[in-house]
């Protein structure tokens, strides 16, 4: 009943109540507070009140202001870009946009219709015209030349969704009865989660262009791509495993006293109930992979990180690392945030039209 | 699938038929073919890549003499060594931050999820935010951020922060005073390990007996009165080396480099954050009726907390935390970014000189390999050993 009570008053009244709720935690509390307005005022003050906004060298920058967002105006192209062709950097913006709307639908349980897979080809198609161009009047872009945002984007999306595809065979083996694919399913996805990310990335852009014959060998992001997909459908595999195996025996029962054959059982019973199931966990694995693309900067690619340094290294603008990487670290954890959140709401939609779907 | 022994009456010419046509047979089979022609595939195409570019192939090359230095390293190595050498050094170093970032990454996340369940709520909201922010951005960055900022936000040598006399902060690193052995080490060491024999033995005597006495105080006194008096007979054990200022850098006092301090900083702001949930998930999972037992009981708060629930809390937390203490072990990798003189750092260097990539990379992974294998082991071991008291 109180807490009925307490949930109509204003948050300020909730929030005194909750201070005063015994002398100890209101002792806490005020000496917290003090501890965080110790620290939070000049944080403020250097960040704010300080702070210069515009100007357009390190000179307008002097040493007792605050931050100087200033070079993060001046160098926002180059950070959120790379290197992509200064005149032609709305097309990247515009492919990515395109293809952020493809997976925050394609994550909405009610848009899992038919029409999803065109419309899935569609964006692709017109995310490549628009990344590569050629056509159209488009002037060709190297893949070599796309970075910043985008380029973690296309890495994150790219890198899950060829994950998953990857380890649905993967997490199917690890059960398999047959002990070849057991066998092989096991060594790969210990070994690959026994290595570091760095390792297989390595791996990828140095030893693919050894095995594969000339002339087929992929340019830098298709091997860190290949790299990545393989990490990241190990760790899939695993945590799909785990849904596999809470699904209920009488489902796999069920599908075969109805005479339903291996493959559309798998597809159209065992798969969406498990991937339902690991579905917090999946989203968890697609924020480490979007943490996990920063490290392409170590392969000498330019991501959203390795812009950011770029932007660094200007002769006119010395000594802003703090303002780089608090920029960088704040786009970051809004899209990781972000991610987290956008699972949680499918999650809950998910539910809700399970229980609905139960009451019919 | 018919039963065995329908198969017994056929004849052997029918079973093997029957069994060469069966499909988990045949899956397998093709399987197995295609794997040994890719891996065959592979190894022609890289033999005649290989032999294209240098030739150059196998281990020998660790026994060859490396030319490059390495910033720091637990045993004693100077460019001119082996490359075998240098990898010992490397994965030493990977062992040093990631032994200390497990124990520094769980001090702090042990800090985070109890405030996260501390009463006040500015402290409960302050330690969320933390896990929040730090979670969500790269590790990378984070670890870009702190080698900058001990590089660039640093004083000079000449105008070293000195918060606390014998420790000067600096941008070529961090000086602390290191402890010097003298020639009476040896005796109070001595001293000490018969204090604590003494005092075990005293511990175990208690313990059977159930004498009516507190044990603590006399305990201490029988754990450290032989190494005092041993001090004092022979002398101080140990004498501080203090750095100082000479010419353009210190001198004396150990020496912890920028790298090392980014890695061990970074890695366990990173790692806390984790492990701070996993803790916080351990202790909400110890049901609030055995606080209320121990409470009713007359315990202290921080008594209910240190014996009942953190050892139930542990049965909870342990395999979650191995796997991210040995997450941590394979992000320490990232030195390789920061120049941190790791594992990965100098299979770098070194492929750079010999170019003999495969092996340099094969050797990364083999050493992860058998680090993660170990520390499972380990684990799994402690793991049985915490989950074995339950009745």
Known sequence: MTELALNRSPWWQRLISEVTKSPMSTILNVVALGMLLLIAIPLVKWALIDAVWTGDSGDSCPAGSGACWAFIGSKLRLILFGRFPYDEQWRALAGTVILVALVVISLNPVFWRKWLLPVWIAGLLSYGILMWGGVFGLSYVESSLWGGLPLTILLTVFGVAFGLVISVPIALGRQSKLPVFRLSAIVFVEAVRGVPLISVLFMASVLLPLIIPDGFTPDGLGRVLIGLVLFLAAYMAEVLRGGLQAIPKGQYEACRSLGVAYWPMILKVILPQAFEMVLPAMVNLFIGALKGTSLVVIVAMMDLLGAAQAALADPKWIGFYVETYVFAGIVYALMCGSISWYGRQTERSLREMREHSNKN | ?391
């Open chain 2, 1 to 391: 699938m018919k039963p065995v022994s329908a198969y017994q009456d056929v004849p052997g010419r029918v079973r093997l038929a029957r069994f060469l046509t069966r499909r988990d047979f045949q899956s397998q089979g093709l399987f197995i073919i295609l794997a040994i022609l890719l891996i065959w595939g592979s190894i022609h195409v890289a033999s005649s890549n290989l032999a294209e570019s240098s030739g150059k192939t196998g281990f020998a090359f660790l026994w060859q003499k490396a030319s490059f230095e390495l910033g720091e390293s637990l045993i004693p190595y100077s460019a001119g060594d082996t490359y075998f050498k240098a990898f010992v050094v490397g994965v030493l170093n990977t062992l040093k931050v990631a032994a200390l970032g497990i124990v520094l990454s769980t001090f702090i996340g042990l800090i985070i999820a109890l405030g996260q369940l501390s009463k006040s709520v500015v402290i409960t909201r302050l330690c969320r935010g933390y896990v929040e922010v730090v979670r969500n951005i790269p590790l990378l960055l984070q670890l870009l951020f702190w080698h900058t900022f001990l590089l660039r936000g640093l004083p000079t040598v000449r105008q070293a922060l000195s918060p606390v006399d014998g420790i000067y902060l600096t941008n070529r690193g961090l000086y602390l005073v290191s402890p010097v052995p003298e020639s009476s080490f040896g005796i109070v060491m001595a001293a000490l390990l018969v204090g604590i024999i003494l005092a075990s033995g005293l511990w175990y005597w208690h313990r059977k007996t159930n004498a009516g006495f507190r044990l603590w105080p006399l305990g201490l006194t029988l754990t450290f009165l032989p190494a005092i008096i041993a001090t004092y007979v022979a002398g101080a054990p140990i004498t501080w080396d203090v750095p100082q200022l000479t010419g353009f850098n210190f001198t004396g006092g150990m020496t912890i480099s920028p790298e090392f301090t980014a890695m061990l900083l970074g890695l366990s702001i990173y790692t806390g954050a984790f492990n701070a949930e996993i803790i916080r998930a351990g202790i909400l999972g110890v049901s609030k009726g055995q606080v209320e037992a121990g409470l009713s009981l007359g315990l202290h708060p921080g008594q209910v907390m240190r014996k009942i629930v953190l050892p139930q809390a542990l049965r909870i937390i342990i395999p979650p935390i191995s796997n991210s203490y040995l997450n941590l072990t394979k992000e320490s990798s990232l030195g390789v970014a920061i120049g941190y003189p790791e594992i990965v750092r100098v299979a770098n260097i070194t492929l750079a000189e010999t170019s003999q990539s495969l092996e340099c990379i094969s050797i990364i992974m083999l050493i992860y390999l058998i680090l993660s294998l170990i520390t499972s082991l380990i684990l799994n071991v402690m793991n049985a050993r915490s989950s074995r008291e339950e009745r």
